[in-house]
């Protein structure tokens, strides 16, 4: 997988935006940050069963998060992603930052047959992703 391909996953979700801090791209939904990397490597928020799960299967893909690490963010080597898994990554680490009542549309979305995440962000009232960039301070 590559960073662009991640990068458009995360921002087909509903009210994703991608806002660059501390120099690196940070995916964030109502301000909250849900990934955050560039290049070859990302970190996501999961849980820490996740996070230990992931590590146990694949080591040389995933790893504990640095300074994030031990509330469940894992660091993952893009190019030992398939796009299957990175959706899941991706989505899990969303709705464990989403607000509740954005989480219940996506879902209310996803119960109509033949959609796929692109359309189920549009369709939940996201409109189209956000593509956010932090002046610098200074």
Not at 20 to 37: H, K, L, M, P, Q
Not at 38 to 64: C, N, Y
Not at 67 to 94: C, F, I, P, Q, S
Request: with cysteine; proline share 4%.
């Amino acid at each position: 997988m590559t960073f662009r391909e991640f990068e458009r996953m995360c921002l087909a979700l509903p009210e994703a935006e991608l806002r660059e801090t501390w120099g690196e791209a940070t995916f964030r939904v109502r301000d909250r940050i849900f990934a955050i990397g560039g290049g070859t490597h990302v970190s996501v928020k999961a849980s820490l069963d996740d996070q230990s799960g992931l590590i146990a299967m694949d080591p040389k893909t995933f790893e504990m998060a640095a300074y994030t690490g031990r509330y469940g963010w894992v660091r993952v080597r893009l190019r030992g992603l398939n796009a299957d898994l990175g959706r899941r990554l991706v989505e899990n680490a969303w709705r464990r930052t989403a607000p509740r009542r954005l989480i219940g549309q996506y879902d209310e979305t996803a119960r109509k047959p033949g959609v796929s995440m692109e359309r189920r962000a549009s369709g939940s009232g996201a409109g189209s992703p956000r593509r956010r960039r932090q002046r610098p301070s200074g």
